[in-house]
C-alpha cells in the first residue's frame, strides 16, 4: 500500500490579482488561523508559497507574535521561502532572480 502525504499551503499574490490592502487583510488572517492551528495541534506542517514577503506583511501588523512565527520556522514546522516575492522566471532578468533570492535570506528567521 502506498502513502500519500498532504502539505497545507497557500498561494497569495502580494501584487496580484487584488488590491494591496485586501491581500494584507486575507493573508493576516489566514497567518493568524495557521498559528492558532498550530498552538492546537490540528496542523503539523504549512508551507507559504516559497514566498517571505508575507513575513513582513504579517510582523508589521502584529510583531507580538514574531517569536511564535520565528519559533515555527526554526521547528520546520512553518516553510517559507526561498523567494522574497513569486517571479516570474519569463519576465525578470538573472540578476532580479539573484536578488530576489538575496533578499529573502536576509529575512529568513
Given amino acids: 500500500m502506498k502513502k500519500m502525504y498532504m502539505i497545507a499551503s497557500t498561494h497569495?499574490?502580494?501584487?496580484g490579482y487584488y488590491l494591496f490592502e485586501i491581500f494584507r487583510a486575507r493573508m493576516t488572517e489566514?497567518?493568524?488561523?495557521?498559528?492558532?492551528?498550530?498552538e492546537s495541534g490540528a496542523l503539523q506542517y504549512f508551507h507559504w508559497d516559497?514566498?517571505?514577503?508575507?513575513l513582513e506583511d504579517f510582523l508589521e501588523i502584529h510583531p507580538e507574535l514574531e517569536a511564535a512565527v520565528v519559533a515555527l520556522i526554526r521547528n520546520g514546522k512553518l516553510i517559507v521561502g526561498p523567494w522574497h516575492?513569486?517571479?516570474?522566471?519569463?519576465?525578470?532578468?538573472?540578476?532580479?532572480?539573484?536578488?530576489?533570492?538575496?533578499i529573502a535570506r536576509q529575512l529568513q528567521l
Fill in 30 to 38: 489566514i497567518m493568524r488561523k495557521t498559528i492558532g492551528m498550530f
Fill in 12 to 15: 497569495l499574490d502580494r501584487e
Fill in 50 to 54: 516559497g514566498q517571505t514577503s508575507v
Fill in 85 to 102: 516575492v513569486q517571479p516570474d522566471e519569463f519576465i525578470v532578468s538573472g540578476e532580479s532572480h539573484v536578488r530576489n533570492l538575496l
